[in-house]
């Protein structure tokens, strides 16, 4: 059972800026060769998907987020880490973390029922 770990979320002012970070547990073998990813819940609204990243780093984003997020990965130290920049209001919500449970994974698509392993999120506010 792979455990995550969010942590970095805050309040902010619109164009702000934050640090997202995600991490597994140190027995986790296999965190390198897993598709991840970062989703968020605005309040009334459903999950949404952020970014992801393969086993390659090749990274997708969600429209509302590109040229603004940046996802990457630690595989020495197990953390999967999201870039907030030029924060909107509409980025407000709780955001989480998430593994797929298959290994050499490469299809890091941008839907939430993929991802087995979730953290417990982390509330990011902006403020305008």
């Known amino acids: 059972q792979m455990q995550l770990m969010e942590s970095g979320g805050g309040s902010v002012q619109a164009g702000g800026s934050l640090r997202l970070s995600c991490t597994a547990s140190k027995e986790e073998l296999y965190f390198a060769r897993r598709c991840m990813g970062w989703f968020r819940q605005a309040p009334g609204k459903g999950r949404e998907a952020v970014a992801t990243v393969n086993m390659d780093g090749n990274t997708s984003y969600a429209d509302s987020v590109k040229g603004r997020f940046t996802i990457s990965r630690d595989i020495d130290n197990n953390i999967l880490s999201l870039q907030l920049t030029t924060l909107k209001p509409e980025d407000t919500g709780v955001y989480y973390c998430?593994?797929?449970?298959?290994?050499?994974?490469?299809?890091?698509?941008?839907?939430?029922?993929?991802?087995?392993?979730w953290g417990q999120g982390t509330q990011v506010t902006v403020s305008s």
């Open positions: 998430a593994a797929r449970a298959i290994v050499h994974c490469r299809n890091s698509y941008l839907d939430d029922s993929l991802y087995k392993y």
